[in-house]
């Protein structure tokens, strides 16, 4: 299966580099305030911090750690945003790239930057540029104030969700461009505008808090729903037919189900009889199909045992394979050698679902934008 130009995705490593840069290195600047400076915020936010200037909030705590996972948590609902989506949606087109282009990126759980001056589970990793000021009173009590400049952040924001919208844009008329439409090719580019999408998302809500403004200058493309819509619209052409080999037929059913509900949750259609014929195009036919074999292999040893042999490859309309797996494994069980079977079967089914096949296929998905 060939590959699209590789100007989307460049463009957006060089970008997305940038981007954690800003991140690690700009995310969180911590100074303690002198008692004259603090006196101000703690007694009067408004006066040291003018709203029309300034996203700020104020936590107190027993400890600084304390004190600043309240106030950026405080900040967070000012920007009325769930952070932790900020996180997962920005983790995975991190891993996108990461996986892509076979190098290993920075990562946001990889960078001791963030722990370094703020160490609070997640909330500070999805806001840019917080400035945060400490103070300790005589009692041990500490006050943190975390704050946006909301001219400077907005500048910052904005240039982003520029950036990603030229590349979201771009793909979405590559993926436009291809005259057979019930492609894995256009499927794969509207997945990974729907990744950067839904960070761009989260950073228009952010900006349209920081500037009201804002609200009229969306992303041209809709948002990263209007993206899932098309992708899913695409999803419902293709059609990916599911062909097992098993020995026993209980098996067989359950593997193909696994399979198929990998396929069904990211949109495809399955046909679970297989039915693709090398080489033709008749309508009706499945647009893929994956040929699967799995075999279950009894070990005898100290325990019961079962060795799983598991083999996979997913074929074009033209009986080519494009995509290939291979996973082998033991699960054992100390009294029953059907236990350790079952588990063995359990294994390849989770393997489908949400583990290596699963992790595997979606990372070949999005290896075709380069």
């Given at each position: ?170 793909l979405i008329a590559s993926a436009s461009g291809f005259s057979e439409q019930a492609s894995l090719d256009v499927y794969a580019r509207l997945s990974f505008a729907h990744a950067i999408a839904q960070v761009t998302d989260n950073f228009q809500s952010i900006l349209e808090v920081l500037d009201s403004t804002a609200a009229n200058r969306k992303p041209s493309y809709g948002g990263a729903n209007a993206i899932k819509t098309k992708m899913l619209e695409t999803a ?135």
């Amino acid at each position: 299966m060939k590959k699209i130009n590789q100007e989307p995705k460049s463009a957006f490593i060089l970008f997305f580099s940038f981007l954690l840069f800003l991140l690690i290195t700009s995310c969180v600047s911590a100074k303690n305030s002198s008692d004259n400076t603090a006196l101000k915020w703690v007694n009067n936010l408004e006066a040291a911090y003018p709203s029309r200037d300034w996203v700020a909030a104020v936590a107190q705590g027993s400890s600084r750690e304390l004190a600043e996972a309240g106030a950026m948590q405080a900040l967070a609902r000012v920007f009325r945003t769930d952070i932790e989506s900020i996180n997962k949606a920005s983790l995975q087109f991190s891993q996108i790239i990461d996986n892509s282009a076979e190098s290993r990126n920075i990562t946001f759980n990889e960078s001791k930057n963030f722990s370094q001056d703020v160490n609070i589970s997640a909330n500070v990793r999805g806001l840019i540029g917080v400035q945060v000021d400490v103070y300790s009173n005589n009692d041990g009590t500490v006050y943190v104030c975390a704050r946006m400049n909301r001219r400077e952040c907005s500048a910052r924001y904005s240039a982003m969700i520029r950036g990603n919208t030229a590349i979201v844009n771009r793909l979405i008329a590559s993926a436009s461009g291809f005259s057979e439409q019930a492609s894995l090719d256009v499927y794969a580019r509207l997945s990974f505008a729907h990744a950067i999408a839904q960070v761009t998302d989260n950073f228009q809500s952010i900006l349209e808090v920081l500037d009201s403004t804002a609200a009229n200058r969306k992303p041209s493309y809709g948002g990263a729903n209007a993206i899932k819509t098309k992708m899913l619209e695409t999803a419902g052409l293709i059609t990916i037919g599911v062909s097992m080999n098993t020995e026993q037929p209980a098996d067989r059913t359950l593997f193909t189900r696994a399979a198929g509900s990998l396929f069904r949750d990211l949109g495809f259609r399955i046909n679970e009889q297989g039915t693709l014929v090398p080489g033709t195009l008749v309508p009706g036919n499945d647009s893929y199909v994956l040929r699967a074999n799995v075999r279950l292999e009894a070990i005898s040893q100290n325990v019961f045992s079962c060795r799983y042999f598991f083999n996979a490859a997913l074929e074009n309309r033209n009986g080519t394979a494009i995509f290939s797996f291979t996973e082998d494994d033991r699960k054992s069980h100390p009294n029953m050698a059907s236990e350790a079977r079952r588990l063995a079967a359990q294994a390849v089914e989770n393997s489908f679902k949400e583990g290596k096949f699963a992790n595997e296929f979606n990372s070949w998905l999005n290896s075709f934008v380069e």
